[in-house]
């Protein structure tokens, strides 16, 4: 499905890869907060990635409670506990990433934190996302 939202790209930077430097739409506003990768009953799947692969399904569950998908999503920002272990995953988080939010890429920022609330929690993401008004 094609994005209502624009990619906001300034003249002369390198393309960036995997994520957009900006977004720009009409219409609700979406916030999701941090979702975590735990499933429906609290539990978390072993590993970095399983963890952003349900966290990231998590937010589109969140989104079609208000009629949105990943192309509505404008921001993610991405708390994980451990920036080696991110950094490591890098190969297998792509094909991971769009097998949930397809060739969709956000804005996008990613920080190290101490800890997380949940104990077993590797990575924390929220969403901003931007759903068109319907059409008159």
């Given at each position: 499905?094609?994005?209502?939202?624009t990619?906001?790209?300034?003249?002369?930077w390198?393309?960036?890869?995997?994520?957009?430097?900006?977004?720009?739409g009409?219409?609700?506003v979406?916030?999701?907060?941090?979702?975590?990768?735990?499933?429906?009953?609290?539990?978390?799947?072993?590993?970095?990635?399983?963890?952003?692969?349900?966290a990231?399904s998590n937010?589109?569950a969140v989104?079609?409670e208000?009629?949105?998908?990943?192309?509505?999503?404008?921001r993610?920002?991405?708390?994980v506990v451990?920036?080696?272990e991110?950094r490591a995953?890098?190969?297998?988080?792509g094909?991971?990433?769009?097998?949930?939010?397809?060739?969709?890429?956000p804005?996008?920022?990613?920080?190290?934190?101490?800890?997380?609330?949940e104990?077993?929690?590797?990575?924390?993401?929220?969403?901003?996302?931007?759903i068109?008004d319907?059409?008159?």
């Open positions: 499905m094609t994005s209502p939202l990619s906001l790209q300034p003249e002369g390198p393309a960036p890869r995997g994520y957009s430097n900006g977004m720009m009409r219409g609700r979406v916030l999701v907060g941090g979702q975590v990768g735990w499933d429906s009953e609290g539990r978390f799947p072993a590993g970095f990635i399983a963890q952003v692969r349900q990231l937010i589109l989104l079609r208000a009629g949105g998908g990943p192309e509505h999503v404008g993610l920002t991405w708390y451990d920036i080696d991110y995953s890098l190969k297998e988080l094909p991971a990433y769009r097998d949930v939010m397809g060739r969709h890429f804005a996008m920022a990613l920080v190290q934190v101490v800890a997380l609330v104990r077993e929690a590797r990575v924390e993401i929220e969403a901003t996302a931007i068109p319907p059409a008159p």
